[in-house]
């Protein structure tokens, strides 16, 4: 259950994956692919080239672990040399001879000859190796016969290698160094023997002090240490770099090599056992110190892979961006355009770089020369647009002969006064008023407080028409009565209101006109408690395709002027809903633009 989980979770986060690099950016999914890539390329070359390191670095070892092991052989014959010699001294027939005769004199003169004779006889051998400190014989009546850097054997250490010696009947005894005598020793127990007559009687024993040191020395490497042990106990040098418990786990044959880390530092170290004494040479050499080279070339080529490794990398990066930047310039050259911004789009801004001619200059090219030729044909057809607008509500003002209208209602106005026909007076005098503000053709931008005078004598007469089913309200705060807007802009949204919401209907119907500070400027609003507008008569009328009742100016043909006087964020919004009444909201600047 838990392996099934596990695998639907991984399933789970593979399909993330893959819906996260289908949705990347382009230059995103070039750039990890380059990267991928390079990467496995790299890693394989790197595992190559590690296993090709390994190979070399084993050959390497056994090389050096051959090369330092010879110090180890040449250390074992020169000893196996002294050990010969040993034997040879013991066998010689001369000091066979004065040792039996010793042995055998009656009076201390002749003895004191015979011991002479065997001096000289050892200074023979004493002199072939330079490696040897003294050999020291002693005889059967205990006296010491010694040649070279003699060092005096103590009593105790003395019968130690009597005692030895005899128990391993003529065979050679290694003593090895002690705190007050650094030499190796080699030890023998001399037996009479006569051609073929072995008679086996002691004669004394022999006792030759090697000079290990200088042995070790000689023969081992000059970069490194030896170490010489045998069992846990140290032949040279007197205070080693480490004792054989620390490194004893290691030596696991009776030659090979190792790596250990002493003190902070690491070693190379070569080993061998040898078969003839059982001792352990171990041949120590710092390991920075033998392979320095090697680690330095390791080192240069790793940095050498990396190196490469990321130039590669940011040379696939700006690859693919070179790839991806044309077509970034190009999005956001459409998005201009789906906003609207035609003339920005088909521009060469100053960032731009010259366009090569392969597909994607090609791309930018052919959509430069649509985007301008589509922003020119909308500027010739909203200028169009325009043009045919204002002709139509010049025609309009012109239908009336305003000399013959205003000479018509002054004799009306007259005659009402005359008849004292109050209301009569003052609808003539209302409708006169606002016939002179609608046919002015001087001023196309009035104030506030101008528009509401035609509002107020516009609704002075629709009161006489409707009596008290019109409910009209106006609250404009003073304050906003010096602002200004085109003419004739309340006058038809009010006159709409009255058409569609008192007409239709019997009873009392509220119209209001107020003025309002919001975020999105100074807001105008008409609105009537009227039937409401149906959404698909309401969508009709915002877009333009429904036209107002009569011959009298749209809602559409406001729009456009106020756009045309203020800009594009300003001009008429229409909320209306069926039974909740409409309102119509005109959006000017919210502060007075000089």
């Given amino acids: 259950m838990y392996l099934f989980r596990l695998t639907e979770r991984t399933a789970s986060a593979m399909q993330k994956g893959f819906i996260s690099f289908r949705h990347m950016k382009i230059k995103n999914k070039l750039s990890l692919l380059f990267a991928l890539i390079i990467l496995v390329t790299f890693s394989f070359t790197f595992l190559v080239q590690q296993y090709a390191f390994s190979i070399y670095d084993r050959q390497l070892y056994d090389k050096s672990s051959q090369v330092l092991n010879l110090s180890s052989a040449a250390i074992e014959t020169k000893l196996g040399r002294i050990e010969q010699m040993s034997y040879d001294i013991i066998a010689d027939i001369q000091l066979q001879s004065q040792l039996l005769a010793i042995k055998n004199a009656d009076s201390e003169y002749d003895k004191h000859i015979l011991r002479q004779k065997v001096i000289d006889r050892l200074l023979t051998y004493a002199g072939s190796e330079p490696s040897i400190y003294s050999i020291q014989l002693m005889d059967s009546h205990g006296k010491e016969n010694s040649v070279g850097n003699v060092t005096e054997i103590e009593g105790e250490k003395s019968g130690r290698i009597k005692a030895l010696t005899s128990e391993a009947e003529g065979d050679n005894l290694w003593i090895y160094p002690d705190e007050r005598d650094p030499a190796l020793i080699s030890a023998r127990e001399i037996r009479s023997f006569n051609n073929t007559n072995f008679d086996l009687q002691y004669l004394g024993t022999l006792v030759i002090r090697i000079n290990i040191g200088k042995i070790a020395q000689q023969y081992s490497s000059a970069e490194g240490d030896l170490i010489l042990f045998s069992g846990e106990e140290v032949i040279y040098p007197k ?45 120590i050499t710092p390991f920075n110190q033998i392979f320095e080279r090697v680690i330095f070339i390791k080192e240069l080529v790793v940095i050498v892979f990396v190196g490469i490794f990321a130039l590669v990398i940011l040379l696939g990066i700006r690859f693919s961006r070179s790839l991806t930047r044309p077509i970034d310039g190009l999005i956001a050259r459409m998005k201009m355009a789906e906003k609207g911004n035609f003339a920005g789009a088909h521009l060469q801004t100053v960032d731009d770089s010259p366009m090569s001619m392969d597909e994607m200059g090609l791309l930018h090219r052919t959509f430069r020369l649509m985007v301008e030729r589509i922003n020119t044909l909308i500027t010739e057809n909203y200028a169009n647009q325009l043009l045919i607008k204002e002709t139509e509500f010049k025609a309009l003002q012109a239908q009336i002969n305003p000399h013959f209208l205003y000479n018509t209602l002054e004799s009306i106005n007259w005659i009402a006064k005359v008849n004292k026909q109050t209301q009569i007076s003052n609808m003539v005098e209302s409708l006169g008023f606002l016939l002179r503000n609608s046919i002015n053709m001087k001023e196309e931008i009035l104030t506030l407080e101008e528009e509401l005078e035609v509002v107020r004598s516009y609704v002075t007469i629709q009161k006489y028409r409707f009596d008290e089913r019109l409910d009209f309200r106006l609250e404009v705060p003073e304050r906003w009565l010096s602002r200004k807007l085109p003419k004739l802009t309340l006058q038809p949204i009010l006159e709409n209101a009255i058409q569609y919401a008192l007409e239709p209907t019997i009873g009392t119907s509220r119209i209001v006109v107020r003025a309002e500070l919001s975020d999105e400027g100074l807001i105008l609003t008409v609105e009537d408690d009227g039937p409401g507008m149906p959404q698909d008569t309401l969508a009709q009328l915002r877009s333009g395709e429904m036209k107002a009742k009569g011959k009298g100016i749209g809602l559409l043909n406001i729009d456009e002027r106020i756009k045309i006087a203020f800009g594009e964020p300003y001009g008429i919004r229409i909320d209306s809903a069926p039974g909740a009444g409409t309102r119509v909201n005109v959006v000017l600047p919210p502060e007075e633009e000089e």
């Fill in 239 to 283: 205070e080693p770099l480490f004792g054989l418990a620390e490194v004893n786990s290691s030596i696991r044959s009776p030659k090979g090599y190792f790596t250990q880390k002493i003190d902070g530092h690491t070693y190379f170290i070569s080993y061998t056992r040898s078969a003839n004494t059982g001792w352990t040479y171990l041949n």
